[in-house]
């Protein structure tokens, strides 16, 4: 047995199923042994597009993904998708392969410090060595599943990979649920606090989902009365459609008009794995400092955004479940501000009342997708448009960059978790200048015969950019840029394409693509300038 054997089944042996990425010849060795065992090898056409496939299956398996990265450019493509892991916190573990350091002294074709290229965008940078192989691999997969997860990079030098290994792989480690907080005086005056509370609300986040804290967000915000506010990546805590359920907050100036009021009304704010990285500025230090605001987090907060009155530490789960012990006395929001509120979003947020525009293709999207559909969102103006239309059932339905906002994310994303889940329909949205990133992988797409329905919003303009570019009163400069012929790319290119200029179209497309094996364009042509005043 090889030492990328070992590497590999001890990978497997952790529940991972699939790699992506592109071989080079110092990856050889690793990639032969992920296939021998039972980890499926899928190669992209570039490393940017492999991490988030392997994104997408962490999503839909909870697994952690694995992308293999070649000596240097392998690893310098892959930069931009470790980092995206790094800031969602996605357990990613990264194999690169490398010379030895003996080597690298006088040898330096393609060769650079990986470790200190990665170092300051993974929770961990290890260097593979036979006589530790076991123990490195383990710290790894602890290291990247555990706190908040995040993305860890073992280099393996290629005669370490060919090598005999020196030990047979050990059991993986257990990675066991966050300690329940303490009881103790923080505890018992957060109870309080809720007890007296007139006006409570919750604000949930990331960390919530990565504890699997859905029902319980849900049991708690009924029992407190709340109205609960999430961000992008927390969309789906609790059913949208529910009354309770006030919808995403982050990036919108728009529909922060309507939530920021609600949350300065609040007496009681009960902030429950929610990380700031996802918000805009204006949701720096959004209440006073003195405001009654209990955190429940499994990390310390070293973000600044804004102050808290009580921190509880440990699982999410079992701090709610402690904090709901104690409810308020009487009925809560008298006035009836968070229905109100809902109201108001629904209303700032529906379709275009001439009948076609984003919004309306949004609508209409959701209309005609199956409820347990997972959507993919690029990152855009678009991006915030489907993050306020888009109702989530269940979280991680909607799949985002969201604290990186980087482009060319969605159909890696679909694509992975489609892969993994393959009964389970799967969207990919993106604009026109996020797709033609990653238009190599269609191929991908349609090598794996993946029914991949891709709604690409034709504009013709890196449209945010714009907005903000022409609210700044500067000239346009670098936004715009001409027509592609999507549906005839993509018939070019192995799938189905189609332009979509109703929502009648779009939703009959829809139903079509999710059946047909392999990927399909639905070119829905919307004009320049169509976000304005929607987002």
């Given at each position: 047995?090889?030492?990328?054997?070992?590497?590999?089944?001890?990978?497997?042996?952790?529940?991972?199923?699939?790699?992506?990425?592109?071989?080079?010849?110092?990856?050889?060795?690793?990639?032969?042994?992920?296939?021998?065992?039972?980890?499926?090898?899928?190669?992209?056409?570039?490393?940017?597009?492999?991490?988030?496939?392997?994104?997408?299956?962490?999503?839909?398996?909870?697994?952690?993904?694995?992308?293999?990265?070649?000596?240097?450019?392998?690893?310098?493509?892959?930069?931009?998708?470790?980092?995206?892991?790094?800031?969602?916190?996605?357990?990613?573990?990264?194999?690169?392969?490398?010379?030895?350091?003996?080597?690298?002294?006088?040898?330096?074709?393609?060769?650079?410090?990986?470790?200190?290229?990665?170092?300051?965008?993974?929770?961990?940078?290890?260097?593979?060595?036979?006589?530790?192989?076991?123990?490195?691999?383990?710290?790894?997969?602890?290291?990247?599943?555990?706190?908040?997860?995040?993305?860890?990079?073992?280099?393996?030098?290629?005669?370490?990979?060919?090598?005999?290994?020196?030990?047979?792989?050990?059991?993986?480690?257990?990675?066991?649920?966050?300690?329940?907080?303490?009881?103790?005086?923080?505890?018992?005056?957060?109870?309080?606090?809720?007890?007296?509370?007139?006006?409570?609300?919750?604000?949930?986040?990331?960390?919530?989902?990565?504890?699997?804290?859905?029902?319980?967000?849900?049991?708690?915000?009924?029992?407190?009365?709340?109205?609960?506010?999430?961000?992008?990546?927390?969309?789906?805590?609790?059913d949208e459609d529910g009354p309770q359920a006030l919808g995403g907050a982050g990036l919108s100036p728009l529909a922060d008009r309507h939530l920021l009021p609600l949350v300065a009304r609040a007496d009681c704010i009960v902030l429950v794995g929610y990380d700031p990285i996802e918000m805009r500025m204006p949701w720096r230090d959004p209440w006073p400092d003195d405001a009654r605001v209990i955190e429940l987090t499994p990390v310390v907060r070293q973000h600044g955004m804004h102050?808290?009155?009580?921190?509880?530490?440990?699982?999410?789960?079992?701090?709610?479940?402690?904090?709901?012990?104690?409810?308020?006395?009487?009925?809560?929001?008298?006035?009836?501000?968070?229905?109100?509120?809902?109201?108001?979003?629904?209303e700032a947020f529906g379709p275009e009342p001439e009948g076609w525009g984003p919004a309306a293709a949004f609508h209409a999207l959701r209309q005609a997708a199956p409820r347990d559909a997972v959507v993919s969102a690029d990152s855009g103006a678009h991006r915030i448009l489907i993050s306020q239309v888009w109702r989530c059932h269940a979280p991680r339905t909607l799949l985002q960059s969201t604290a990186l906002c980087t482009m060319g994310a969605a159909v890696g994303l679909a694509?992975?978790?489609?892969?993994?889940?393959?009964?389970?329909?799967?969207?990919?949205?993106?604009?026109?200048?996020?797709?033609?990133?990653?238009?190599?992988?269609?191929?991908?797409?349609?090598?794996?015969?993946?029914?991949?329905?891709?709604?690409?919003?034709?504009?013709?303009?890196?449209?945010?950019?714009?907005?903000?570019?022409?609210?700044?009163?500067?000239?346009?400069?670098?936004?715009?840029?001409?027509?592609?012929?999507?549906?005839?790319?993509?018939?070019?290119?192995?799938?189905?394409?189609?332009?979509?200029?109703?929502?009648?179209?779009?939703?009959?497309?829809?139903?079509?693509?999710?059946?047909?094996?392999?990927?399909?364009?639905?070119?829905?042509?919307?004009?320049?300038?169509?976000?304005?005043?929607?987002?």
């Amino acid at each position: 047995m090889r030492n990328a054997d070992l590497i590999a089944q001890k990978l497997a042996a952790f529940g991972a199923t699939h790699a992506f990425g592109i071989p080079g010849g110092e990856t050889l060795a690793l990639v032969d042994a992920l296939t021998r065992a039972g980890i499926a090898f899928h190669l992209t056409k570039h490393e940017n597009v492999a991490g988030f496939m392997a994104e997408g299956v962490w999503h839909a398996t909870g697994a952690p993904g694995i992308l293999v990265a070649t000596v240097g450019p392998g690893v310098a493509n892959a930069v931009n998708v470790i980092a995206n892991a790094h800031q969602e916190r996605v357990p990613l573990v990264v194999l690169t392969g490398c010379v030895e350091g003996w080597e690298a002294d006088t040898y330096t074709h393609q060769v650079f410090d990986h470790a200190a290229v990665l170092r300051p965008v993974v929770k961990a940078t290890f260097r593979a060595a036979p006589q530790s192989l076991n123990r490195v691999v383990d710290k790894a997969l602890c290291l990247a599943m555990t706190g908040q997860p995040g993305p860890v990079h073992i280099d393996v030098p290629v005669p370490v990979a060919e090598g005999d290994a020196e030990n047979s792989p050990t059991a993986p480690p257990g990675v066991g649920g966050r300690a329940q907080p303490v009881a103790g005086p923080e505890l018992a005056r957060a109870r309080e606090w809720i007890a007296g509370a007139q006006r409570p609300l919750v604000i949930a986040g990331l960390d919530a989902v990565n504890d699997e804290a859905a029902d319980a967000v849900a049991a708690f915000v009924r029992s407190i009365g709340a109205p609960l506010v999430t961000t992008y990546k927390g969309k789906g805590l609790i059913d949208e459609d529910g009354p309770q359920a006030l919808g995403g907050a982050g990036l919108s100036p728009l529909a922060d008009r309507h939530l920021l009021p609600l949350v300065a009304r609040a007496d009681c704010i009960v902030l429950v794995g929610y990380d700031p990285i996802e918000m805009r500025m204006p949701w720096r230090d959004p209440w006073p400092d003195d405001a009654r605001v209990i955190e429940l987090t499994p990390v310390v907060r070293q973000h600044g955004m804004h102050g808290v009155g009580i921190t509880l530490y440990g699982s999410i789960r079992h701090g709610l479940a402690l904090l709901a012990e104690r409810t308020p006395s009487g009925p809560t929001w008298p006035q009836g501000e968070p229905a109100a509120t809902r109201a108001a979003l629904a209303e700032a947020f529906g379709p275009e009342p001439e009948g076609w525009g984003p919004a309306a293709a949004f609508h209409a999207l959701r209309q005609a997708a199956p409820r347990d559909a997972v959507v993919s969102a690029d990152s855009g103006a678009h991006r915030i448009l489907i993050s306020q239309v888009w109702r989530c059932h269940a979280p991680r339905t909607l799949l985002q960059s969201t604290a990186l906002c980087t482009m060319g994310a969605a159909v890696g994303l679909a694509a992975g978790h489609k892969l993994a889940a393959p009964s389970t329909p799967a969207i990919a949205v993106c604009g026109d200048g996020g797709l033609e990133m990653i238009l190599g992988d269609l191929a991908t797409v349609r090598d794996l015969s993946l029914a991949l329905p891709i709604v690409v919003l034709v504009d013709e303009s890196l449209s945010l950019i714009e907005m903000k570019q022409r609210a700044s009163q500067l000239a346009n400069a670098g936004v715009d840029f001409a027509g592609t012929d999507f549906p005839a790319l993509a018939e070019a290119m192995g799938g189905h394409g189609v332009w979509v200029d109703d929502a009648e179209t779009l939703r009959r497309e829809i139903t079509e693509a999710l059946d047909r094996p392999t990927f399909t364009l639905l070119a829905v042509r919307i004009g320049r300038r169509a976000y304005d005043g929607k987002i």
